[in-house]
């Protein structure tokens, strides 16, 4: 188990942008396929985004044309670029692999989008 820590989280207004981070304390992010979920108020947690070691990309359809996933190998990194935020998107985000969540959980990065 390698520590997974999320950070860039915050208050914005509907329309707004954010940049999340995940760091990692091992090197789990250049090997493996690495994700980004999210859990709002009462509901169960989801995948939003997942980036494979090649590059390739997966998002749930809510956020697709909005966010967009990316990885810093060298700095063992994986970051999650949100614009045009919605209220919608208000939850806790965390990172881990992809797209099953193997590694312990963090605690996660809270984003609230207000209207």
């Known amino acids: 188990q390698v520590r997974l820590v999320e950070s860039g989280g915050g208050l914005v207004q509907a329309g707004g942008s954010l940049r999340l981070s995940c760091a990692d304390s091992?090197?789990?992010?250049?090997?493996?396929?690495m994700g980004w979920y999210r859990q709002a108020p009462g509901k169960s947690r989801e995948s939003v985004a997942g980036?494979?070691?090649?590059?390739?990309?997966n998002y749930v359809d809510s956020v697709k044309g909005r966010f967009t996933i990316s990885r810093d190998n060298a700095n063992h990194t994986v970051y999650l670029q949100m614009n045009s935020l919605k209220p919608e998107d208000t939850a806790v985000y965390y990172c881990?692999?992809?797209?099953?969540?193997?590694?312990?959980w963090g605690q996660g990065t809270q984003v609230t989008v207000s209207s």
């Open positions: 980036i494979y070691p090649g590059g390739s990309t």
């Open positions: 881990n692999t992809f797209p099953t969540a193997y590694n312990s």
């Open positions: 091992g090197s789990i992010v250049n090997f493996f396929a």
